[in-house]
């Protein structure tokens, strides 16, 4: 079967780094995608990785390592805002999007 | 502001009522999605729509019916809804269906009494 395992919740302190795993396996890639989705809102768009390496877009980064099955979600200068559910989700070989369950991240003062 | 609107945003309903909940997506784009979101679980996948034709059915019950009259607009029909099917139903958008970012709508809390 597909499987995305991501930690359940995770808690940071403001002007920190915090580092999100997700860890995959599905028939086939084409892309993994995060996602941020404060409580009671749209899931919004963050990054798109299909390629190793390390991607920055600000004061978030995401990595991806194919070989290994493995992406992070790094961010950096953590502000309250930032509380916030992180999805990951994997593009399969059928071009369905597979999704984690999210990480809820609690930000504290 | 994603640019895909959703309405109601809440809805509380028994399980003899039909009701509907509505998307709309101002971003020209051509295929549209449902998904069932519930606490603590991974998104699920319900209908896609590409160029209002719909191509994936993920073994939904029928008591959820799809309507996609053009690109811009997909409904969710639903009638004899069970308790278990309390959730936040999200609609979502991208410009070719499996290709492409999907942009997401606020979703419609819904609670099944």
């Known amino acids: 079967g597909q499987n995305i395992d991501q930690p359940t919740e995770m808690t940071a302190t403001e002007g920190a780094i915090v580092q999100i795993n997700c860890t995959y396996q599905?028939?086939?890639?084409?892309?993994l995608f995060w996602y941020q989705q404060h409580a009671g809102e749209a899931p919004t768009f963050l990054s798109y990785?299909?390629l190793d390496g390390l991607e920055e877009k600000g004061r978030f980064s995401s990595f991806l390592s194919r070989s290994k099955g493995y992406s992070y979600l790094l961010l950096k200068e953590l502000q309250m805002k930032d509380s916030a559910s992180y999805l990951c989700?994997?593009?399969?070989?059928?071009?369905?999007?597979?999704w984690g369950a999210g990480t809820k991240l609690i930000i504290k003062p | 502001e994603t640019g895909v609107t959703q309405t109601p945003r809440h809805l509380v309903m028994g399980m003899t009522n039909k009701k509907s909940l509505k998307c709309e997506q101002h971003?020209?784009?051509?295929?549209m999605y449902w998904y069932k979101q519930s606490a603590k679980k991974p998104l699920e996948l319900m209908f896609v729509?590409?160029?209002?034709?719909?191509?994936e059915n993920n073994s939904v019950p029928s008591r959820f019916s799809p309507e996609c009259p053009n690109s811009s607009h997909l409904f969710l029909h639903l009638h004899t809804l069970q308790p278990e099917d309390s959730a936040l139903y999200l609609c979502?958008?991208?410009?070719?269906?499996?290709?492409?970012?999907?942009?997401f709508g606020p979703g419609t809390r819904l609670l099944v009494l």
């Open positions: 979502a958008s991208s410009r070719l269906a499996g290709e492409e970012t999907q942009y």
């Open positions: 971003l020209g784009h051509n295929a």
């Open positions: 729509y590409n160029f209002k034709e719909q191509t």
């Open positions: 599905t028939s086939g890639f084409n892309g």
């Open positions: 990785n299909v």
């Open positions: 989700a994997v593009m399969d070989s059928n071009y369905q999007l597979i």
